[in-house]
């Protein structure tokens, strides 16, 4: 397929949940890009800011104390932003992410500051365990980037590795976020070292709006050899009952429900929810 074709196929309305032909956090340029973005403490990219990552942790350590919640698993925990923090507050913390960068990151952090955290590479979609944890945190609304039926297989994975009465806390956008956003198309030629790519490339960017609730953002990107990928960034949106009717399918019994990972109490402009659920 010649260049042109390839780029009329990929600038199309995807079907709902089509994949891309290369994924953020496993590419080897992109990556680091992700993981610079994870570590900048003042900018909302990869994480949030790192103040209110440290108001986020204290507040799950207020509602889960180690003292009754000792053993907590972080899925997609990138660099360390929280696994690192939640150590050192004593907890027996494990953590799982996709991205070997971000992995390997978080190893050499908690080396050099003697922190003991079971760090480990893999899909967490895969992930096995039975009532090993009392505590899993799923944080940055990592959960509406999923398929409908990816998000129920990660809950299961999830009930199944809590022990019983452990809690799962996590965080969704809701379609507050997208309530002045409108379907779009533009691009732009970046230089060397963009995010996107190491050399000059262009990127047409569009965004497409499949209901009130699911979203996409696609980058298709043209370098200067003309190779086309598509990277294709999904958002589902949740409000209280939405996300209360895929959580109960799988068991779990909502203890709460916020504006944020830091206890706000929820209002319906909030552009987050955040959701405590026990097994």
């Not at 994949?19 to 340029?29: A, F, P, Q, T």
């Not at 960068?101 to 050499?108: E, F, G, L, P």
């Not at 980058?219 to 209280?240: A, G, L, M, S």
């Not at 709460?256 to 405590?276: D, F, Q, R, W």
């Amino acid at each position: 397929m010649n260049v042109f074709n390839q780029i009329k196929a990929y600038a199309k309305r995807p079907e709902i949940y089509e994949g891309g032909s290369i994924k953020l956090w496993e590419d080897n340029h992109i990556s680091k890009g992700m993981l610079d973005a994870h570590l900048s403490p003042n900018e909302e990219g990869a994480s949030r800011e790192h103040a209110f990552i440290d108001s986020s942790v204290a507040w799950i350590e207020k509602i889960t104390p180690k003292s009754t919640h000792p053993n907590l698993i972080d899925f997609g925990c990138g660099p360390g932003m929280y696994t690192s923090r939640l150590s050192k507050k004593g907890y027996n913390v494990t953590g799982i992410d996709i991205s070997e960068r971000s992995i390997a990151y978080a190893k050499d952090y908690a080396t050099a500051n003697n922190l003991s955290i079971d760090y480990r590479v893999g899909n967490y979609l895969m992930f096995d365990a039975t009532q090993e944890f009392d505590v899993a945190i799923l944080i940055y609304c990592d959960y509406g980037v999923l398929s409908d039926d990816d998000r129920i297989k990660i809950l299961t994975n999830i009930y199944k590795a809590l022990k019983p009465g452990g809690k799962l806390i996590f965080d969704v956008f809701t379609p507050m976020k997208y309530a002045e956003v409108k379907e779009s198309n533009t691009w732009f030629i970046s230089g060397k070292n963009g995010f996107f790519r190491e050399n000059e490339h262009l990127c047409l960017e569009s965004h497409f709006i499949y209901s009130t609730f699911v979203h996409l953002d696609q980058y298709v990107i043209i370098d200067e050899n003309d190779h086309v990928d598509v990277i294709r960034v999904w958002d589902h949106c949740f409000t209280p009952e939405t996300l209360l009717s895929e959580t109960e399918q799988v068991g779990f019994r909502t203890l709460g429900h916020y504006s944020n990972v830091i206890g706000a109490p929820y209002e319906s402009a909030s552009k987050t929810l955040c959701m405590v659920l026990e097994k």
